[in-house]
């Protein structure tokens, strides 16, 4: 853990966030343990944010402990009520009510807020994202500490070795990388997956690349990475199998064309090119030169990647040019304007379709 628990539980306001479940559930363990030393965790009050009013928040975690030093109350999925709802005030303003109630709590007082996952659609998280920052400027306001709870870039395909090493199982860096490729580089889904495949093993000793491919429910955005190693291949068939499997999962496809497979595409294609410039420039992807720096977007950028991600980019660069990644988005742009009536086309299945046997025929054509 990225973070010292005795530490942090010393203020009496504690906020966890961040984008892995695994390591906030973990993160919230720790300091609970700290705090209660030896204690039943059970000594803590625990309860969702919308059962009770803000108020009643402070209220419990400034009542006088029992059998303890301190009085422990966890608030879980946070997101469920909105600042912006509650108060007027901003958060930086000296006169926010919460914040004056949050800055009040007593020494004795340990209110642990979490920011929970919560299910949704993309709209959705949009909104928990926005009212998740409005609880960091009021924690933040009142002085509150926000532990970093996530380990650095690249260390999830590390975590799960160790975790399958611990489990008595022997699995390689690269196989652990293409476990975390399929999962979009999440640890939460990561770890359950993990689980699985060490479940799928069995007796074996080793867990190997077929394992991982045969246990592990990947997620779209790896149909999508697969679709772009096609395309880089000039492998069309490849490439129409990956489409069909995109399309097959989702009944609306055309709204999943612009809110997710043209973006990630885009984006995979656009660190590509990141990559190209890097190896004509004869230098590191993960440490540009300034001159290969300057010309690049501030997101993505190649060398703010995870390394999985950056590895795949410098092996797709190495088999295609800049004209061709060119030839790449010309192909996407055209497919974006059919899809949205701006030139004659069919129908949206067809019109990807097209659209991915262009990108192909483009990086084939050597």
């Not at 949009?126 to 260390?155: F, H, M, N, Q, Y």
């Not at 880089?232 to 809110?259: E, H, P, W, Y």
């Amino acid at each position: 853990m990225a973070f010292d628990a005795k530490k942090v539980c010393k203020k009496p306001l504690v906020l966890l966030t961040g984008t892995e479940g695994v390591y906030r559930r973990a993160a919230l363990e720790e300091i609970l343990s700290a705090v209660l030393e030896g204690q039943d965790d059970e000594e803590a009050l625990v309860f969702t944010a919308d059962e009770k009013s803000p108020l009643e928040w402070v209220g419990s975690a400034s009542s006088v402990p029992f059998l303890s030093d301190r009085r422990v109350v966890v608030v879980r999925n946070l997101s469920r009520v909105d600042p912006a709802k509650e108060w007027t005030e901003k958060p930086k303003s000296k006169d926010h009510p919460f914040v004056k109630e949050l800055r009040a709590l007593p020494e004795t007082a340990l209110l642990i807020l979490v920011l929970d996952d919560e299910a949704g659609d993309e709209d959705k998280q949009r909104r928990l994202t926005s009212v998740g920052a409005r609880w960091i400027e009021i924690v933040r306001s009142a002085g509150g500490e926000i532990p970093e709870t996530e380990p650095k870039k690249g260390d999830v395909s590390a975590e799960m070795q160790r975790i399958a090493k611990e489990r008595g199982k022997q699995m390689t860096k690269a196989t652990a990388g293409l476990l975390s490729e399929m999962v979009g580089g999440s640890a939460t889904i990561g770890m359950a997956e993990l689980e699985k495949v060490l479940l799928y093993v069995g007796d074996s000793q080793t867990v190997t690349d077929r394992d991982v491919l045969e246990a592990v429910a990947p997620e779209q955005d790896y149909n999508v990475y697969q679709l772009v190693d096609a395309i880089v291949a000039g492998d069309s068939g490849t490439a129409l199998k990956q489409v069909r499997t995109l399309v097959s999962r989702n009944s609306k496809i055309q709204g999943q064309m612009f809110s997710r497979i043209f973006p990630t595409i885009a984006r995979q294609f656009r660190v590509i090119w990141q990559a190209r410039l890097c190896l004509d420039a004869d230098c590191p992807a993960s440490d540009p030169v300034p001159a290969v720096l300057s010309m690049l977007p501030s997101k993505p950028r190649i060398n703010e990647e995870r390394d999985w991600s950056r590895n795949r980019a410098v092996r797709a660069a190495r088999k295609i040019s800049l004209e061709q990644i060119r030839a790449v988005f010309d192909a996407l742009v055209e497919a974006d304007a059919k899809t949205k009536g701006l030139v004659p086309a069919y129908s949206p299945t067809e019109t990807i379709e097209e659209m991915v046997l262009k990108m192909a025929s483009a990086c084939r054509s050597r």
